[in-house]
């Protein structure tokens, strides 16, 4: 689904991506994780196109990503932040459907679509006349994932969804992001810091460290084959990870 080639990504002396390769499989869930700093965020923003790389190219469903389909391309794909990214003076369902209607979707498709997406994140169908404001963080986040995948994107793009939640809204949103992901049959790709989360919700991890891939693969892989000592210092680090499954 998404292939970068030779991609590289500097902030005048920085380099935030070193010359990097990476293949996403289409269908599969894919975790990008490593510590702060490592260019998960950075690499997600040059996939969806919101930051241009220094040098190297993007390939998303075959098509290389230029200024000219740009638009088109992010029409196909679904971005969720950390905090939900909800504009606050529309509705929780205003900001699901905004899309929907600005490119003149029928309202009878945009309500029957409303609903499957209740239904698939679990989120009460009265909560969509509350304001951002009026809804709790996990709410919140149900709410980006709807907006997300109101058009049913090809792609699927999260930046550490889950981060800003305390762990018992966290767990209960993990458990339903599983059933979210096998359900939308997008291609999922979602920048994470833990690796539990990572284990529990991804086919395919891709651990980064200074803009590189150090390692891709299941978790059993970088369990039983860490590619460096790194692998196995980051997996010491990750406290949560003997109780992953």
Same mark, same amino acid.
Request: aromatic share 6%; proline share 4%.
């Given at each position: 689904?998404?292939?970068?080639?030779?991609?590289?990504?500097?902030?005048?002396?920085?380099? #935030?991506?070193?010359?990097?390769?990476?293949?996403?499989?289409?269908?599969?869930?894919?975790?990008?994780?490593?510590?702060?700093?490592?260019?998960?965020?950075?690499?997600?923003?040059?996939?969806?196109?919101?930051?241009?790389?220094?040098?190297? #190219?993007?390939?998303?469903?075959?098509?290389?990503?230029?200024?000219?389909?740009?638009?088109?391309?992010?029409?196909?794909?679904?971005?969720?932040? @950390?905090?939900?990214?909800? &504009?606050?003076?529309?509705?929780?369902?205003?900001?699901?459907?905004?899309?929907?209607?600005?490119?003149?979707?029928?309202?009878?498709?945009? @309500?029957?679509?409303?609903?499957?997406?209740?239904?698939?994140?679990? &989120?009460?169908?009265? %909560?969509?006349?509350?304001?951002?404001?009026?809804?709790?963080?996990?709410?919140? @986040?149900?709410?980006?994932?709807?907006?997300?995948? %109101?058009?049913?994107?090809?792609?699927?793009?999260?930046?550490?969804?889950?981060?800003?939640?305390?762990?018992?809204?966290?767990?209960?949103?993990?458990?339903?992001?599983?059933?979210?992901?096998?359900?939308?049959?997008?291609?999922?790709?979602?920048?994470?810091?833990?690796?539990?989360?990572?284990?529990?919700?991804?086919?395919?991890? $891709?651990?980064?460290?200074?803009?590189?891939?150090?390692? @891709?693969?299941?978790?059993?892989?970088?369990?039983?084959?860490?590619?460096?000592? &790194? $692998?196995?210092?980051?997996?010491?680090?990750?406290?949560?990870?003997?109780?992953?499954?």
């Amino acid at each position: 689904m998404v292939e970068l080639k030779a991609i590289s990504k500097r902030y005048g002396d920085h380099v #935030a991506i070193r010359s990097l390769d990476l293949e996403i499989p289409t269908g599969k869930v894919t975790a990008l994780i490593g510590p702060s700093g490592c260019g998960k965020s950075t690499l997600l923003r040059i996939i969806l196109g919101l930051i241009e790389p220094s040098s190297g #190219a993007v390939s998303i469903d075959g098509t290389v990503l230029t200024p000219e389909n740009m638009e088109n391309v992010r029409r196909e794909t679904g971005y969720v932040i @950390q905090d939900g990214g909800l &504009f606050p003076h529309l509705t929780a369902g205003q900001n699901v459907t905004l899309f929907s209607r600005f490119l003149g979707h029928e309202e009878s498709a945009i @309500q029957i679509r409303l609903g499957e997406l209740c239904t698939l994140t679990k &989120f009460d169908p009265s %909560m969509l006349e509350r304001f951002p404001v009026e809804l709790s963080g996990g709410q919140k @986040q149900r709410v980006g994932l709807m907006r997300a995948l %109101m058009l049913k994107p090809k792609l699927l793009l999260l930046d550490e969804p889950l981060g800003a939640l305390d762990p018992l809204v966290r767990a209960g949103l993990q458990t339903d992001l599983k059933e979210i992901f096998r359900s939308s049959e997008s291609t999922v790709v979602f920048v994470t810091h833990d690796m539990g989360e990572a284990a529990y919700l991804a086919d395919n991890i $891709v651990l980064l460290r200074e803009g590189q891939v150090i390692q @891709q693969g299941g978790f059993g892989e970088f369990t039983d084959q860490p590619a460096d000592a &790194f $692998v196995s210092e980051f997996l010491s680090a990750q406290r949560q990870v003997g109780a992953i499954v």
